[in-house]
Each structure stands twice: as structure tokens, then as C-alpha cells.
């Protein structure tokens, strides 16, 4: 198959969309298809298959903080939307944003078959504008994602059952939805790593996520505040974000200064297997591929209870779950788990096998075959529709039917 991938964000693979882009594209290249790619990055243009549109501006004070999130915004163009789907058989979006948006309008008119994923909850767009707590504007923005693309799409990818739960019951509809996590990739596994020096003494607690509201690291910093460990907690937020100046501000009376850092791959992969506890604060989270890469290297995991997060599911028991926004809380857990190494080593065994069920290859081998799916039964759905349609008209001695809607 001709497979195009249409991805309003893709660049360094440190944010999970872009991780979960490269995944599938990297798979269904493997698997024999010619996969292209429809997207912003601008470093990817004149590779082969790659499809690349303007980047959008919003004006200084708005790109500046689109680029302390660490992405870019596609700005359509019709004309290379148009070169990306000439003669393909499928179209995959990655996002419901102006480029997804544009490309299932045009696969829509050329009659080629469409799957979506869902990386993207309202809160982490409400979240930006301080109404993440306003639940109508929240689900005014999935109401409006499925009338402009989801439904279109004759599959849609979910990385969990919580947010097709979520999603389903905010736009009132049942979905044609595929539970598929998005996996964790080979190169990202558990191995003997040893501390960087100036770490040796310290308990390392690594946070890996955008600097944003809804990700709660804020908590995080409080909780250390108030453990009884704090003198010995070295703190190590990986990622980057708008919150970034806050939250040094915030950490400023923390004994042991924190480490804000967006890491490469090969780094993370290293501060993953050699800290001592991961903490996901999030409070709104559709999967949490950081969470699940913690658990692929076997780490103590805690994360929060909130309703509007996936990761709470990955938890082995309560042990490792505390109350949504609550610093004093979370400082009882961390305090937990610090003073019970024994149990720790028991519980980070539990986790290190629970990973299995997040096996990248056998994740992208159910993203294949959903595509499969979505495009034999598109087909076979337009053709019998086309057939009956034929079939009316030569009865009838008249056309009735408008094959697009």
C-alpha cells in the first residue's frame, strides 16, 4: 500500500506525538509500504516522500509560545496536500489540527480512505488559555474535532480506552475506535546504568513531560519541599515548556537545585535507568508514553489519581497512586517508597514485567492492520453503495444518489 501520514506536529522526537509519528512510519516502511509524509518540518525538505508546508504564524507573542512547547504549526498548502495523496491508498492523521484537518477534506473529495489517531486531549489545548476546568469549553472542542475529522475517518486510533471512553461520551457517539497503546520503542529497555558522580549520594527522582499546566509539575517540587528526604532528592525534569521560568522560581527553596533539561534519546534513556524513582504528576493525560518508558526499564512508578489521566491504569497498586494536585500526598508516597528499598526492588520487578503488553512491534503490527481494515472495509462499503446506487438508477430511469455524503 501507498500509505500517506499526515503529521500537523513532527520534528526532534521529544514530545509523544513525535514519537508515536516515527514509530508507525518507521513500521510500515519495514512491512514493505511506501509510507509518505505530510508535514511542517522544515529540515525534512527534499527527502524523498516527505511532503513538507509552510510552518503557520500567530504573531510573535503566540509563536513564542508554540516554540517553548517545542513544536511547530503546519500552515496548509493545498498544492503539496494534493502531491502528498496522488495515487495513495490511505491517509493516517496523526492529529485533528489545520493540516489533518485539510488533508482528510481533499481525501474525502479523491474518495481515499482515512484512519485518525488521538493524541490530543482538549485540556492540552484549553490548558494554554486557563480554561482546562471549564468543562463545556472542553467538550466543545471534541465536539468540534469529530465534525471536522473523526467523523470522516473509517478507523480511529485510540492509545487507550480511557480517552475512546472520554472522547465517546463527550460527542454522544460510538466510534469505528481501535484500542492500540502506541507502545514503547526497542531502543528504550532496562540495563545497568551508574549514577553520574555529582549524583552518587543523591535519590534521584526523574519527571519526564512539557512544562505545562496540565502536566503538574509544580506538585512534584511542593511534595519535595515537604519530604523528609529533601536534603538527598535530586530532581530531574526532562522536557521543556512554557512553565519552565515558574517552575525554577518554584524550586528556588529546594535544597538540591533541580535539573530542567531537554535530554537527546540516547541521554534520557540513560537518566531512565539510573534514577530511583519516576513520578507523573499529569492531571490530564490520554497515555503518557514517558510513563510507560519508565516501566520498560523496570522503574518505581507513581503517578496521580486524577479522572482526566490514562497513567493512573498503569499503577501495580495503590502503593504507587496519590491524590491529584496534592503535594502533601505525594510527599507520603515518594516517603513511602525512599524508605522501603526492599519492597521497591519487589515492585519495580512488577512493573519491569508489565511491559510486555507495551511492545512496539506488536503495537505498529495493530496500527497495520487497523489500517488494512479501515481501507478493505472502505472500500467494500463505496463500491456496494455505488452498485446499489447503479442499480436504483437503471430501475428508476433516474440518478438519485450523490455518492459523497
Known amino acids: 500500500m501507498t500509505v500517506t501520514v499526515v503529521c500537523d506536529v513532527l ?43 509552510p510552518n503557520r504564524s500567530f504573531g510573535k507573542f503566540i509563536d513564542s509560545i508554540v516554540r517553548r512547547v517545542g513544536v511547530s504549526l503546519a500552515k496548509p ?58 468543562g463545556f469549553v472542553n467538550n466543545l472542542v471534541y465536539r468540534y474535532i469529530y465534525k471536522r475529522v473523526y467523523r470522516y475517518a473509517d478507523g480511529i486510533h485510540y492509545p487507550t480506552e480511557f480517552i475512546k471512553d472520554v472522547f465517546e461520551s463527550r460527542i454522544g457517539v460510538s466510534t ?24 552518587k549520594d543523591k535519590i534521584v527522582i526523574l519527571s519526564t513531560g512539557r512544562y505545562s499546566g496540565e502536566k503538574s509539575q509544580d506538585t512534584l517540587i511542593k511534595a519535595v519541599k515537604r519530604s523528609k528526604h529533601r536534603d538527598a532528592i535530586q530532581l530531574i525534569f526532562a522536557g521543556q515548556g512554557t512553565k519552565e521560568k515558574q517552575y525554577k522560581r518554584l524550586s528556588k527553596s529546594l535544597p538540591v537545585k533541580p535539573v530542567f533539561k531537554l535530554f537527546e534519546r540516547s541521554e534520557i534513556n540513560n537518566v531512565l535507568n539510573y534514577c530511583d524513582l519516576y513520578v507523573h504528576p499529569a492531571v490530564a493525560e490520554l497515555e503518557g508514553i514517558a510513563c510507560l518508558e519508565s516501566i520498560a526499564c523496570g522503574k518505581l512508578t507513581i503517578v496521580s489519581d486524577s479522572e482526566k489521566s490514562a497513567t493512573k491504569n498503569f499503577a501495580i497498586d495503590g502503593k504507587c497512586i496519590f491524590r491529584r494536585r496534592s503535594a502533601k500526598d505525594l510527599a507520603r508516597v515518594i516517603d513511602y517508597w525512599i524508605d522501603r528499598p526492599t519492597e521497591r526492588a519487589e515492585y519495580e520487578e512488577k512493573y519491569f514485567n508489565s511491559a510486555v503488553a507495551f511492545d512496539s512491534d506488536e503495537c505498529m503490527r495493530k496500527m497495520e492492520e487497523m489500517i488494512k481494515t479501515a481501507n478493505a472495509g472502505h472500500s467494500f462499503k463505496y463500491s456496494a453503495f455505488r452498485a446499489e ?16 455524503e
Open 11 to 53: 520534528g526532534e522526537e521529544n514530545n509523544g506525538t513525535s514519537v508515536a509519528s516515527y514509530n508507525l512510519i518507521r513500521y510500515l516502511k519495514k512491512q514493505g509500504h511506501t509510507v509518505r509524509v505530510l508535514c511542517a518540518d522544515q529540515s525534512k525538505s527534499g527527502e524523498e516522500n516527505f511532503f513538507v508546508v
Open 77 to 134: 498548502d493545498k498544492e503539496v496536500i494534493e502531491r502528498a495523496l496522488n495515487g495513495c491508498d490511505h491517509v493516517h492523521v496523526m492529529m485533528p489540527l489545520f493540516l489533518g484537518t485539510a488533508a482528510v477534506e481533499i481525501a474525502r473529495e479523491r474518495d481515499i480512505s482515512i484512519t485518525a489517531g488521538f493524541h490530543m486531549q482538549a485540556e492540552n489545548f484549553t490548558a494554554h488559555i486557563k480554561l482546562s476546568k471549564v
Open 176 to 199: 469505528d475506535g481501535y484500542v492500540i497503546s502506541n507502545g514503547v520503542n526497542s531502543c528504550v529497555k532496562r540495563r545497568k546504568t551508574e549514577k553520574p558522580e555529582e549524583f
Open 389 to 404: 446506487a447503479e442499480a436504483y438508477a437503471e430501475n428508476a430511469h433516474t440518478v438519485a444518489y450523490s455518492f459523497r
